[in-house]
């Protein structure tokens, strides 16, 4: 009976990142519909523990429709075997749907026009811990922080244990930060281990408040 349960409830939360996708797929909430090929709204595990967010495609992920295909995306498959990880076992999206031309930042009113759909993604996945890549989406958490300050420090912030990391691609273009971002990921697999060890105490213990996490 719970299996069957399971089952259905499983079904629900894909069919439901089924429809947040088809709505990105037809967006026009900001003008990067205009030049995009295909938007990419995600993928992964709907039940991940870790949902990682970019910033935006780039050309291989808008020819592609999927996230992180391109030199960045293979060097994050290299990282999430490092933190303990396997690509279909986490969720992979993007701040922004659609690539901006020429690869550019992406502007204010686009990252806001994409937000709801992050936001609900967010709602139906439930994730233990957010892995913010880059700038533009760790400012979706920390606005007034460096990300030079506090890559890697994991931070409780409501629901969610938030880590901020360095954007793979960052790694690419600048060298000296590739052994910084690999013993990012590295603690990464500690900060899911403790995650979990929270967790598993709380359901042991729920009248009890989780004590505050040694990592943070």
Not at 11 to 17: H, P
Not at 63 to 76: C, D, M, T, W
Request: charged residues 30%; hydrophobic residues 35%; contains cysteine.
């Amino acid at each position: 009976m719970s299996e069957e349960r399971t089952d259905a409830q499983e079904r629900s939360v894909e069919e439901r990142l089924e429809e947040i996708a088809a709505r990105v797929r037809a967006c026009t909430r900001c003008d990067l519909w205009r030049t995009r090929t295909q938007a990419v709204p995600g993928e992964g595990n709907p039940r991940a523990e870790v949902m990682f967010i970019g910033e935006a495609p780039g050309y291989h992920e808008d020819r592609q429709g999927r996230p992180f295909v391109g030199a960045a995306g293979q060097f994050l498959n290299e990282l999430l075997q490092r933190a303990g990880l396997r690509r279909e076992e986490v969720y992979i999206t993007n701040v922004v749907k659609c690539r901006p031309p020429g690869n550019r930042d992406p502007l204010p009113d686009e990252i806001a026009a994409c937000a709801p759909y992050l936001e609900e993604q967010l709602a139906v996945i439930r994730p233990r811990i957010i892995v913010t890549l880059g700038r533009y989406s760790m400012s979706r958490w920390f606005p007034n922080e460096k990300i030079s300050r506090i890559h890697g420090q994991a931070r409780r912030i409501g629901e969610y244990v938030v880590v901020p990391m360095y954007h793979p691609a960052a790694a690419l273009h600048q060298p000296a930060l590739k052994e910084l971002v690999e013993k990012d990921f590295d603690r990464l697999g500690e900060i899911l281990a403790q995650v979990r060890a929270e967790a598993a105490a709380s359901d042991e213990q729920p009248e009890e408040k989780p004590q505050q996490m040694r990592l943070f």
